[in-house]
């Protein structure tokens, strides 16, 4: 039976963060310290872009402390790593880690941040979707791999959490070159499934005690939840969380994915829970990303006809000029290259645009935002995806 460890931590203080952390670590950890004793192992923060710790953005640096110290404690060598979105560069990785207060927990707590920009080739029989990936050499080089993920809405994905936080593994601008190999949600899910079950993370801790709603992972509404969560098992984390927040798991298409691939057994209540019973958590449900809808008709008319109305009514990006600052982020970064600068200003191709909204995650000033069709919105659908 999978196991997931849910603790209250009501604000970003250290002690509090701390004890939170190393109680949720020594409820599902229960591993011989010996056999991980000595070994090197990666923490792989969701270190976005460079936003810092208040926006709610990026894992907390109390958290990933807190983890890092833990391993520490056990004598573990541990290394801080991500690729950012954009390009994969020592300036952007110096950047990034002193805004998301990286560099200053790092510097308190004595642990490393990755600077090697050289990805590897790995190969996996078992992928669905890709068998051959690009990754980050940093993680083939740590004897294991911890995802320290942030609770956020996603444009794409519904919810980002322990499995989703690993596409980070992926070497700069070859993430942009997956998703327009992947573009549709379903697809681009398997390939977060393959990584994740590349990566076989030792466990996955999620950062809630203040997550985001809305419009997602980046532009979305800052909003308290008290909670750090932890598990052996990623896809039973991301389906407790998902769950805590009004989420249906199997709405998630990472999750829906971990159900049919038999790496998740069973729904939320074959979970166990140490710590906090679910039953003790009343989360008002998160609001979902604009791009988020769920299709009324699915199923009961002609899949063409489907196909045709959801092409034709679905979600798009829209760019707000006024505070645009014609940087070409948005362009540099689309997958598609649907994205061109007319008189500095960002416009978008319709016909090639594949709805990843990579624009919308990565733009540094929330100039990109998701405008659902009014007709998709009253006839079609709603993006509400509650549990059941």
Known sequence: MERVSIQRCDEYDFPKVKDAVYRCLDGILRIKKDEIRGKKVLIKANLL?????????????????????????????????????????????????EKCGMKDAADRAGFMLNYDISYVTVHDDKAKMLRSMEIIKAVEDADFVVSAAKLKTHGMMTFTGAVKNLFGVVPGFTKAEYHLKMRNASNFAELLVDICDYVKPLFSVIDGVEGMEGNGPSA???????????????????????????????????INASYNRGLLSGSVDDIEIEGIPLNDINIKPFELPNS?????????????????????????????????????????????????????????????????????????????????????????????????
């Open 292 to 388: 988020i809808v769920s299709f009324y008709a699915k199923g009961k008319i002609p899949k063409s006809v489907e196909n045709i109305l959801i092409n034709t009514f679905q979600p798009r990006p829209v760019f707000n000029y006024n505070v645009c600052i014609s940087c070409g982020v948005c362009m540099r970064n689309c997958p598609a290259s649907a994205i061109e600068m007319i008189d500095k200003k960002p416009h978008v191709s319709l016909d090639k645009c594949i709805r990843c909204f990579c624009c919308h995650e990565l733009c540094p000033r929330k100039a990109v935002g998701i405008k659902r069709n009014w007709f998709y919105g009253r006839i079609f659908g709603n993006k509400k995806i509650y549990k059941a």
């Open 220 to 254: 979305g509404e800052k909003r308290k939840v008290g909670l750090i969560m932890a598990s052996k098992n990623p896809y039973a984390l991301d389906a407790v969380a998902a769950h805590i927040i009004g989420i249906n798991p199997k709405s998630v298409p990472t």
């Open 49 to 97: 872009k460079r936003d810092s710790p208040e926006d709610a953005v990026t894992t907390h640096p109390f958290v990933v402390e807190a983890i890092a110290r833990y391993l520490m404690d056990i004598g573990c060598d541990v290394i801080v790593a991500d690729s950012p979105g954009g390009p994969f560069n020592k300036n952007v990785l110096k950047a990034v880690y």
